[in-house]
């Protein structure tokens, strides 16, 4: 089932049928017993016809996220660490990436309050002090406040490479900026994990075509959810719970940067597309 943030309030999508839930955000996804809530909430109410439906989701969807702060995990994917240890050669941080892939503690950082996320179909930005930015797309996990992973989403880790190359003690400065992060287009809610051959796949448009496109499955991780889960939550308390994207797969290769106006559609099996246009902060150009 998936759960999408409208402006109208919260759209349920279950068994080819959808219902508007008047439950606030947070307090919903932070529910114990999320799946099976749901589904007594679609037995319960009366389905909204399919052209209400497409009404309001082609309307503006917001990203699935309330007042939850925004964590992501580093290094999980060989892909990653290799472009890591390339980028960060000169700089001699290189054998930092290759201890960490290999540590028993993995690489978590705090990523983004909610205000800085963008959502389904909107901007996320580049930063204009950095000369190589890419996207990193990243299957998301939700987590309640008892540690429970209750949903999935699809998330984009923007990041300046060079930032990040340059010294790795600049990473928060690569990684957290106004709109540095996308989630969604829904909460895919499910009482089982979801499945580790799972497809993520992005495609990146420039004036319409592919620039650059790749595949992979979930099943390459080198970290199971509960352990990054079990770290994330071992000294942090999440009252309304918490996203953590869950780290990178997909790695254009070093000749590639993201320019303004480029199309990023990341997509991942069973949640859907999440399609970002890039763009520079107003404010700061
Ligand atoms: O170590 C730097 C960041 C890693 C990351 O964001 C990823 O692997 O996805
Ligand atoms: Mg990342």
Redesign the pocket.
Same mark, same amino acid.
């Given at each position: 089932m998936k759960l999408y943030k409208i402006t109208k309030g919260v759209l349920l999508e279950y068994n080819d049928s959808a219902y508007i839930i008047d439950d606030e955000w947070d307090s919903l996804i932070n529910r114990d017993d999320l799946a099976a809530y749901l589904q007594l909430i679609s037995e319960d109410t009366t389905a909204i016809s399919a052209e209400v439906k497409n009404e309001y989701l082609s309307d503006k969807i917001l990203p699935p996220i309330g007042s939850q702060e925004v964590w992501?995990a +580093?290094?999980? #994917?060989l892909k &990653?660490r290799d472009a890591?240890m390339e980028e960060s050669e000169t700089s001699g941080g290189a054998s930092l #990436?290759d201890k960490v892939y290999d540590a028993p503690r993995p @690489?978590l950082f705090f990523k983004a309050i909610a205000q800085r996320v963008a959502g389904h179909n909107t901007e996320v930005y580049i930063r204009k002090d950095s000369e190589w930015n890419v996207p990193?797309p @990243?299957l998301t996990l939700f987590i309640n406040s008892k540690g429970i992973i209750q949903g999935y989403t699809i998330g984009n880790?923007m &990041?300046s490479r060079s930032i @990040?190359g340059e010294n790795a003690l600049y990473?928060p400065q690569a990684?957290i900026y106004e709109k540095s992060a996308a989630l969604g287009p829904c909460l895919l809610v499910t009482s089982t994990p979801i499945a580790t051959e799972s497809v993520i796949k992005m495609i990146i448009k420039r004036k319409g075509e592919a620039v650059y496109e790749d595949a992979t499955t979930v099943s390459r991780i080198k970290r199971s959810f509960t352990e990054l889960v079990g770290y994330l939550y071992s000294e942090c308390d999440f009252p309304v719970g918490c996203f953590l994207m869950t +780290?990178?797969c997909l790695v254009p290769p070093p000749t590639f940067t993201l320019q303004q106006g480029d199309v990023v559609e990341i997509t991942i099996d069973g949640i859907g597309t999440l399609v970002n246009t890039i763009g520079l902060n107003p404010k700061h150009k």
């Open positions: 992501a +580093g290094v999980t #994917y &990653s890591r #990436y @690489e990193e @990243e880790d &990041s @990040e990473l990684k +780290g990178t």
